[in-house]
Every structure is written in structure tokens, then in C-alpha cells.
């Protein structure tokens, strides 16, 4: 994986990036384009990301938007400046998305997505990536490429992981935009929230997180989620007990056993 200083992320255009109470948030911040994605915007993720996983003061990672819109996909003056290019340079410019996509499903850390409008697209992509995702009730979703001739190529590759065939089907060769009631019941989200109390119920839930888990349990319990989908039954278990034997061996697991032996309430 590329490697982006910290101090890049003082010149970010299009993000905000902050830590506070080892909670790093990541705000897209394109509002009058309603947060829509472009090479220099995933470039500016990935760097955000990686920032906030590399830094020992983070725990969980919020991504948030400004305006009335989480993401609405990809910049459309971006897609037509994309046609005048060749196979290999929209190759390279998938891969770049690809690259983020994978990027945060596989974050040593907890993500969660903090939906505060509607997630079309590219931008719902990247609700369905977060490990939690809040949203609104008023939230629009939909993966809606077909509707402009395009797909929904890389999000399927995450989408059947989670969501199965069948729904991911339903979902991405319809385009249809569907409710946050209907995303939550799909298991698409994880929580419907209102609007005033979205940002709080994000927060604590995030900081509840930091206080009660162990940093490296969470870490290994997401290596093994992304592990197992492609692993045989066989496979899958011989693997989850190699991880279960390195989890004993932890400095967290010592310390976790401790403390509930001794009645001790632990700081992690």
C-alpha cells in the first residue's frame, strides 16, 4: 500500500480529517457537489485512511459528510472526462477505486459510516463497506450505474459477500433507490436513527466501542470475516483456530482474563 505522510493530510481539498477521544473522523467535504467521488477524492481517502490506521491515538474511524448529502456517486463531469481515455488508463482509475474499496473493508480498525443523507451509487458503496453503518430515516439508497450505462462492477464483489446472490441481484441489476427502512431490513445498514440525534448516537456507540473491546481482538475478528468467505468449510475452520490459538498468545487476552478473573473493570 502507498505510503501518505501525516502532515500530507494538512493540505486535503475535498476531506476533513480529525482526531478526537481516539476517534479519527473523515469528513467528505464537497457539499455543493454533493460529495460525489473523483480520483482526487479517493486519493485523498486512502490517504485519510491509512493515516488514521497507522496512528496508535486511534481506535475507531467515523466517515462522515457535510451537506444534506452523504455521496451521490461519482462526479458525472468526471465520467465524461473518463470516455476520452484508454482501456488502460480507466483500468488504472477502476483500480484506484478498487483499491479504496478494499482498503477500508480490510481496516485493522472499526469504520462506521455516519449517513446523514442520500447514499446513491459510489456513495452507497461506501455505507455498505463500514462495519456500522447509522443512517437516517430520510436516507435514499441505491446502486443506480445501470440507469446511465454504467455498473456497479467493484461494490459487487462485497455486495455478495454480504448481502448473497439473490438480493445483490435485485439490488444492482434494478438500479432502484430504496428507503433506509429497506436497506436496514436488506442488512445493508446497521442502525436507523433520527436525524438531531444521529451524530451523538454515532459518537457513543463508536466510544463504547473504544472503552469495553480490546483494539486487537477487533483487529483479528475482522482479518477473520474477510478471510473466510473464500475459504472451504474445512479451510475456514482450520484457520479460525490458528487465529483463536494466536488471540490466546495476545498481550489483550492475558490482560481480558485478568481482569474478569480479579472483578476488575479494564481501561483498553
Not at 23 to 38: C, D, H, V
Request: glycine share 6%; charged share 25%; proline share 2%.
Amino acid at each position: 500500500m502507498e505510503n501518505y505522510p501525516t502532515q500530507e493530510l494538512l493540505a486535503l481539498r475535498f476531506l476533513q480529517y480529525e482526531v478526537d477521544g481516539r476517534l479519527a473522523y473523515i469528513t467528505l467535504n464537497r457539499p455543493a457537489k454533493r460529495n460525489a467521488l473523483s480520483a482526487d477524492v479517493v486519493t485523498e481517502l486512502k490517504q485519510a485512511f491509512e493515516t488514521a490506521e497507522a496512528d496508535d491515538d486511534v481506535k475507531v474511524i467515523i466517515l462522515r459528510a457535510s451537506g444534506e448529502v452523504f455521496c451521490a456517486g461519482s462526479d458525472i463531469k468526471y465520467l465524461q472526462e473518463l470516455q476520452a481515455n484508454t482501456y488502460q488508463e480507466n483500468l488504472a482509475d477502476s483500480t484506484h477505486l478498487m483499491q479504496l474499496f478494499h482498503q477500508i473493508y480490510t481496516l485493522k480498525k472499526v469504520v462506521i459510516g455516519q449517513v446523514q443523507g442520500h447514499a446513491l451509487a459510489g456513495g452507497c458503496g461506501l455505507a455498505a463497506l463500514c462495519d456500522f453503518t447509522f443512517a437516517v430515516p430520510e436516507a435514499k439508497f441505491g446502486f443506480t450505474e445501470v440507469k446511465i450505462g454504467f455498473l456497479p462492477a467493484i461494490v459487487s464483489v462485497f455486495l455478495v459477500r454480504r448481502l448473497g446472490e439473490t438480493r445483490t441481484k435485485q439490488l444492482l441489476l434494478s438500479g432502484d433507490v430504496f428507503t433506509a427502512q429497506q436497506a436496514l431490513d436488506y442488512g445493508l445498514i446497521t442502525f436507523l436513527v433520527e436525524q438531531d440525534e444521529l451524530a451523538d448516537a454515532v459518537r457513543e456507540y463508536a466510544l463504547r466501542l473504544v472503552r469495553e473491546n480490546s483494539g486487537n481482538s477487533m483487529e483479528m475478528t475482522k482479518e477473520l470475516l474477510a478471510h473466510l468467505p473464500a475459504l472451504s468449510l474445512e479451510e475456514g475452520l482450520r484457520y479460525a483456530a490458528e487465529r483463536n490459538a494466536d488471540a490466546r498468545a495476545a498481550d489483550d487476552y492475558r490482560r481480558g482474563i485478568a481482569a474478569f478473573l480479579n472483578k476488575e473493570k479494564i481501561d483498553w
